[in-house]
């Protein structure tokens, strides 16, 4: 029986999704998609899961892109009907709990847009970055004009759109397209001990943390802080804001329940 594309486990209140073709350095295609979307919808359900870590499997790739012979054999018209179902890169966007993106190796294309969509970037330093589409006489499709814009800026976006040129683990650091930079195959680790100290913190709160600084990138900043103000009163008045509380005038260790 041949290998899944996609491992999903758990360690504790941490999911961890492995991409596991390694052979094609682990480039998205549909049944990639299809299972990565799948195991999102699984972690997002189950209540012991607290922040998700993604990865890829073998030591050359994070992602090496979106699988380019899968485009070779697509008519415009069937790409459009691709783009109007739901989309990978907008299911981990989406994801309601955090999510880090644990990257060594290539992460191109397709595979930068995946990290974009994630909230958290930790990079390792064989890590290389590129929006390749250019190359390929395309564009980026799925958050490399738009997400990539918002995290380092239109002028390194542009950079990186027009040039297609690969940027090393350090200048993706430098230029902010990363969040943590670690040596060579601590990514992972790091990852996970990153994901571990949020997941100490109440469910509710990381959720809505999450929200409100996705939402300061589309809202106005009035609106951004009206947004704000509802939120830290959703958490206020949840189970775990007053146990938080709580926890700190008695001088004891808070226990979040998720409620
Ligand atoms: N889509 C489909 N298959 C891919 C792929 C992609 N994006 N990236 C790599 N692969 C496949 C290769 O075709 C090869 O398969 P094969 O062994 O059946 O021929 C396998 O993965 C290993 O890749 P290979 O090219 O042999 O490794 P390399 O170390 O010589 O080169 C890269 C690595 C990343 C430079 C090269 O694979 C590459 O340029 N890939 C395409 C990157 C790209 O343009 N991505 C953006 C797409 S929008």
């Not at 594309?5 to 991409?19: A, M, Y």
């Not at 690969?166 to 650091?173: F, G, P, R, S, V």
């Not at 902010?176 to 100290?197: Q, S, T």
């Amino acid at each position: 029986m041949s290998e899944p594309s996609i491992l999903l486990e758990r360690d504790g209140p941490l999911g961890i999704i492995t991409l596991n073709r390694p052979e094609k350095l682990n480039a998205l295609n549909e049944s990639v998609r299809q299972e990565i979307m799948a195991a999102v919808d699984q972690l997002a359900d189950d209540p012991q899961v607290r922040v998700a870590v993604i990865h890829g499997a073998g030591d050359k790739a994070f992602v090496a892109g979106a699988d380019v012979s899968e485009f070779a054999a697509r008519t415009a018209e069937e790409q459009r009907e691709v783009y109007a179902r739901r989309r990978v890169y907008d299911a981990v966007a989406e994801f309601p709990k955090p999510i880090i993106a644990a990257i060594h190796g290539y992460c191109l294309g397709g595979g930068n847009e995946l990290a974009l969509a994630c909230d958290l970037r930790v990079a390792d330093r064989t890590a290389q970055f590129s929006q390749a589409e250019i190359r390929l006489g395309i564009i980026p499709g799925a958050g490399g004009t738009q997400r990539l814009a918002r995290l380092v800026g239109p002028g390194q976006a542009l950079r990186m759109g027009l040039t297609g040129d690969y940027i090393d683990a350090e200048e993706a650091y430098r230029i902010g397209l990363v969040e943590l930079l670690v040596d060579e195959g601590e990514h992972f680790d790091k990852a996970m001990e990153l994901a571990g100290r949020m997941a100490r913190w109440s469910p509710i709160a990381l959720g809505l943390v999450k929200k409100s600084v996705r939402a300061a990138m589309e809202l106005p900043l009035v609106e951004g802080l009206e947004l704000e103000k509802e939120l830290f009163l959703e958490a206020f008045a949840s189970d775990d804001g007053q146990e938080g509380v709580q926890a700190f005038v008695e001088k004891r260790r808070p226990v979040f329940k998720g409620s």
